[in-house]
């Protein structure tokens, strides 16, 4: 598609519900990122997967949270048992290459945990 | 103490003001990236820097690598720019690609 799109654009979970964030890259973008970004704040680091290899999800908070990109296009971000400190906007983004390349950004899923 | 920090946090301008926003890092970079953010919406990448001046539209960002600090200019503001501006680097350790982010500049541009 012409930009990244993450679905749903907005999710209301009761505390302890399981969701599932996807996003969908640009196609033929090697790198996708994860980000959490909580009210006010900027952007935080979750996880990186460099096609289907998730190379990176040291920013991941909890083993609750979970990602995978299995063919190395569309990645979903799991959460079980979703927590109140859970709420934010989850924002991914692609990128064509390794290293310093552009990104774009999905506007976002702004999950609220009630 | 953050590894990208900007200044200032908000920032209110007349239309047709001259802006400038910075931003400083302390880590190693391969690249720095300026960001702009609308409330409510997603993240759109307006600059990727490693070195110099780039220039689109009304926009310029200028980087001092030495100096580690970055700006970017807005001429003749908008009620339109009006918007999160958000500073980020891709630190050359670590892994290859990630951002780090700055808190972002809450700019609003009045009548």
């Known amino acids: 598609g012409a930009g990244v799109s993450q679905s749903p654009r907005y999710k209301v979970a009761k505390r302890g519900q399981d969701v599932a964030l996807r996003c969908d890259p640009i196609?033929?973008?090697?790198?996708l990122f994860w980000y959490q970004q909580a009210l006010g704040q900027g952007p935080e680091f979750l996880t990186y997967?460099?096609?289907?290899?998730?190379?990176?999800k040291s920013g991941l908070p909890s083993d609750r949270f979970f990602a995978e990109r299995p063919e190395g296009s569309v990645s979903t971000l799991k959460i079980q048992r979703t927590q109140q400190e859970d709420s934010a906007v989850y924002l991914c983004?692609?990128?064509?290459?390794?290293?310093?390349?552009?990104?774009?950004f999905g506007s976002g899923t702004r999950l609220t945990v009630v | 103490k953050n590894e990208v920090e900007q200044s200032p946090q908000n920032l209110t301008a007349q239309e047709g003001e001259f802006i400038t926003i910075n931003c400083s890092y302390s880590?190693?970079?391969?690249?720095l990236h300026w960001l702009q953010q609308h409330p409510g919406g997603g993240i759109v990448s307006l600059f990727m820097?490693?070195?110099g001046k780039k220039k689109h539209g009304r926009l310029i960002a200028t980087i001092n690598i030495q100096e580690k600090h970055s700006s970017l200019h807005i001429t003749a503001s908008h009620p339109r720019d009006s918007a999160v501006y958000i500073c980020?680097?891709?630190?050359?350790?670590?892994?290859?690609?990630?951002?780090?982010f700055g808190t972002g500049t809450r700019l609003q541009v009045t009548l």
């Open positions: 196609s033929g973008h090697v790198s």
């Open positions: 880590v190693g970079i391969s690249a």
């Open positions: 983004a692609s990128s064509l290459g390794v290293g310093a390349y552009g990104y774009t």
């Open positions: 997967f460099q096609n289907e290899a998730q190379l990176d």
């Open positions: 820097l490693s070195s």
């Open positions: 980020a680097v891709t630190p050359n350790t670590g892994t290859a690609s990630k951002l780090t």
